[in-house]
């Protein structure tokens, strides 16, 4: 099925080409988009995919972060979202998107999370029972297997869960995308032994079977519109002096480019100037930690087990990657002595998160040209929270056996007990924290009412007639979880919901 | 260019200082490719943020040259490290420094071994 994949990608930047046409423009590759071209292209559909990253097939996948991360993220993983603190904000730009570059989680969206939405933004249809159906579709297309914990690799998760259990919190083994992981640890960058089912692996073959093509190193700048009807995207392919224009132009548009340059899109095309007011993320913070017998936790995968006592707080905690880069970033406000000591540590070291749902809100600026500034203030609840999920998260790993803790605070000493973690987090300042995001969403949220939401619950945009958004961006909120599960739920949901009404 | 020679210098002045570095294989070509990693990362920041991280650097780059007669690039590692010392004391000096310090780590491990068993990787 890939070979069908490598078949439909087609560079217009290496092409005299200008102009394409078709029924349906699925701007983005990612888990929205990816599931948007397949449902369509299998019902019978002309698709065209549009990507502003390049096809990197699984076999051109090594080991080394740096490179990859060249490859698979843009501006190499290098975004601020600028505030106090600026936030660290990875993207991925490439076929498949998000679905490369992440863990390959398929969570189902936490019930309470739906009813938020049915009672605030009116979602109807959206309930657990009926997505259900939804969830088991992405569930079997992708593979999805709980986790189970092994002897010999992802020992720090089990640390993590046997803590969490002595402590009586709840802590469960994950839902995850794979098929045959061997422990490679490399899921940021890309998994090299493929066993990651991202979109590169399971519905962009299947939308390219079936006759849909995919044009890459192709960036949408405008969509032109009238009436409220969108009749083609601009898009810009080549660099430099090889930059040049080409038009797609389309029937139905499906806005799928990331909660961040949907609504850049949007806004750049006078098409909504409420898109993007209120960008919703998670915020990841990053503890190191060492402990008292060597765990060899580089031997292992992103995320086995997830404590999740506190998740109606809107916080989850887990072991993550590690390798020498990771440590090294996630210890980057530390001088060197202290990576090398930690280093020098390796088998002793472990990496954990705590996935924080942010009440902060982003805005994206889109007036300064092709990229958009990203900005946002930290809400005032927001401080308190992330000292809590520190301070819990310490207390995890001291009673998960850790004897030092290197905390995302700027400038702080190591902590070796509860009194000088306590004391360390009551000290600090916010803007001190040291924090990293690879979830936002909600930046073009659904609802049943137009005043209120960007997204009609058919996934419509409600200032277009034929602009449909099928992306992070839609979700309502953002959802203490990681949001591929959903996302691919909601996107199957809408292009049924599409498909019965506008059979071919 | 001054602001790239100041962005190479403080790439330097962000590896030189881990053990190591000091046991590296090449160390020049390691030394070539954290700073052609970090150049590129800034050269692919949108404009808004481009222009202004290299207009700083160019300045720093100048108040080097004026106070110690060579580019931070050039400087010996030890008066290199003096003088991103006395920089940190300038506003915003703080997030050029963080741009540049995370693209160069996460190059330098690309470029040399960890310590054993430490790449998650088995051997194929």
């Known amino acids: ?504 | 260019m001054l602001w790239r020679s100041t962005l190479s210098g403080l790439a330097l002045a962000h590896i030189e200082t881990l053990d190591s570095f000091a046991t590296a294989a090449s160390r020049e070509a390691v030394r070539a490719e954290v700073v052609a990693y970090v150049i590129g990362a800034v050269e692919g920041l949108p404009p808004y943020y481009r222009v202004p991280v290299a207009g700083f650097a160019a300045w720093i780059g100048l108040l080097c040259l004026v106070t110690r007669g060579r580019s931070l690039a050039d400087l010996a590692p030890a008066t290199r490290q003096r003088q991103v010392a006395l920089l940190r004391r300038l506003p915003f000096f703080a997030l050029l420094e963080k741009l540049v310090r995370s693209s160069a780590l996460i190059r330098y491990f690309d470029l040399v071994p960890g310590p054993a068993g430490a790449s998650g990787t088995r051997p194929r």
């Open chain 1, 1 to 504: 099925m890939t070979s069908a994949l490598a078949a439909a990608v087609e560079r217009p930047a290496d092409r005299e080409r200008v102009r394409y046409d078709c029924e349906y423009l699925v701007v983005g590759t990612g888990a929205g988009g990816s599931v948007a071209g397949a449902r369509l292209a299998e019902a019978g559909r002309d698709v065209i995919f549009l990507e502003e990253g390049a096809y990197h097939p699984t076999g051109s996948f090594v080991p080394e972060v740096g490179t990859m991360t060249a490859r698979l993220y843009r501006n190499r993983g290098v975004i601020p979202i600028l505030g106090r603190p600026t936030l660290a904000f990875g993207e991925a730009c490439c076929v498949g998107g998000g679905t490369v570059i992440n863990g390959g989680l398929i969570w189902r969206t936490p019930p309470w999370v739906l009813e938020q939405w049915r009672a605030q933004a009116g979602l109807v249809g959206y309930g657990p029972e009926q997505l259900a159906r939804q969830f088991e579709t992405v569930e079997r297309d992708l593979h999805v297997v709980t986790t189970q914990l092994e002897a010999d690799a992802n020992r720090d998760s089990a640390r993590l869960h046997a803590a969490a259990g002595e402590l009586g919190w709840k802590s469960v083994l994950v839902p995850r995308a794979v098929k045959g992981c061997i422990n490679e640890n490399c899921c940021p960058t890309g998994c090299i032994a493929g066993a990651k089912q991202s979109s590169v692996q399971t519905y962009l073959p299947r939308a390219a079977a079936r006759g849909a093509r995919i044009l890459t190193g192709c960036r949408a700048v405008r969509i032109v519109h009238s009436g409220g009807v969108a009749s083609r995207v601009v898009a810009e392919v080549g660099d430099g002096p090889t930059r040049r224009r080409v038009e797609i132009r389309c029937e139905r548009l499906v806005l799928a480019a990331g909660a961040v340059q949907t609504p850049h899109l949007l806004r750049r095309s006078r098409l909504s100037k409420r898109a993007g007011r209120s960008l919703q993320f998670h915020m990841n913070l990053k503890i190191v930690a060492l402990f008292d017998e060597p765990l060899d936790a580089a031997r292992g995968t992103i995320f086995t087990t997830q404590v999740q006592e506190f998740e109606r707080e809107g916080l989850v905690m887990a072991a993550s990657n590690l390798r020498p880069h990771y440590l090294a970033l996630t210890l980057a406000h530390q001088p060197n002595a202290t990576i090398d000591r930690v280093l020098g540590d390796f088998r002793r070291a472990g990496g954990f998160v705590a996935l924080l749902q942010a009440a902060s809100r982003a805005r994206i600026e889109s007036r300064l040209g092709d990229q958009p500034l990203l900005h946002y203030r930290l809400a005032r609840g927001d401080a308190a929270a992330i000292v809590r999920a520190l301070e819990r998260l310490g207390r995890l790993l001291f009673r998960a056996g850790a004897v030092e803790l290197y905390l995302p605070v700027a400038g702080s000493p190591a902590v070796r007990s509860q009194p000088e973690l306590d004391g360390l987090l009551a000290a600090a300042r916010p803007g001190r924290f040291e924090i990293q995001t690879v979830h936002v969403m909600a930046s073009c949220p659904m609802g049943s009412d137009p005043a209120r939401s960007l997204v009609s619950p058919a996934g419509r945009l409600w200032e277009a007639r034929n602009v449909f958004v099928s992306d992070a961006s839609m979700l309502p909120s953002n959802i203490g979880e990681s949001p591929q599960g959903t996302i691919m739920a909601f996107a199957h949901e809408i292009w049924d919901r599409h498909l019965a009404e506008a059979p071919q």
